[in-house]
């Protein structure tokens, strides 16, 4: 889903140049953006149209495609932690309201995780739902990281992940091999340091 915000440093609008990896949809599934379509057609990372409509659009879709009948609340695109808590709240509430998902999992990046933010994930959990965090690192090398414009450093990864373990969220962590300018060593220190932390999961 597309909770409507945006990066760090792309600004309210989505219009910042942002990683420079990152497209204007910011990650955004491709059949949500067929189906659902968005408020403004002109542009192409303007606001979504409202969540419960993207839901069911998705939904439906998912049913008719590939005969789902349970789903996971996933909210994709851009950063799905860049607001306020109290708006967090509301919006993940929203969504869940909407179907009996079997899991909430947000993606984001390091400099959108707090304390505050994680624990509000944390009280999601029940016996019946679980939450996973997906955590954007990119690459764990500190000149990689401003090569692509990232905004955040290697040091605020391990400040949110040791935050999201803490609390016991199962973390995801996103990796890009092959970014500009690092060699195999380079990836592969990454690939070392990310393991020794034993994440839930890489993609």
């Known amino acids: 889903m597309d909770a409507g915000f945006s990066c760090p440093h792309r600004g309210p609008d989505r219009r910042g140049p942002g990683c ?8 955004r599934a491709p059949y949500l953006t067929a189906a659902a379509g968005r408020v403004s057609s002109s542009s192409p990372s303007g606001a979504p149209v409202p969540l419960e409509e993207q839901i069911r659009h998705a939904a439906a879709f998912l049913r ?8 996971l609340l996933y909210f994709q ?3 799905g ?3 306020p808590p109290a708006v967090l709240r509301s919006t993940y509430d929203r969504g869940l309201a909407c179907l009996p998902f079997q899991e909430l999992i947000v993606s984001t990046r390091p400099d959108c995780v707090d304390r505050e933010k994680v624990a509000l994930l944390a009280s999601y959990r029940t016996t019946e ?15 990689t990281l401003v090569r692509i414009n990232r905004g955040h450093t290697v040091k605020d990864f391990y400040a949110a992940y040791s935050i999201l373990k803490e609390y ?15 060699s195999r060593t380079d990836i592969l220190d ?11 999961g890489v993609k």
Request: proline fraction near 3%; glycine fraction near 10%.
């Open 64 to 71: 008719r495609r590939y005969r789902a009948t349970r789903f």
């Open 168 to 182: 016991g969220l199962k973390t995801a962590v996103h990796l890009i091999f092959g970014l500009p300018g690092e």
């Open 77 to 79: 695109a851009f950063s």
């Open 20 to 27: 420079s990896f990152c497209g204007d949809e910011g990650a």
């Open 190 to 200: 990454t690939v070392r340091r990310l393991a020794a932390l034993r994440p839930d």
């Open 81 to 83: 932690t860049n607001a």
């Open 129 to 143: 739902r679980d939450v996973w965090v997906e955590l954007g690192a990119q690459s764990l090398q500190e000149h």
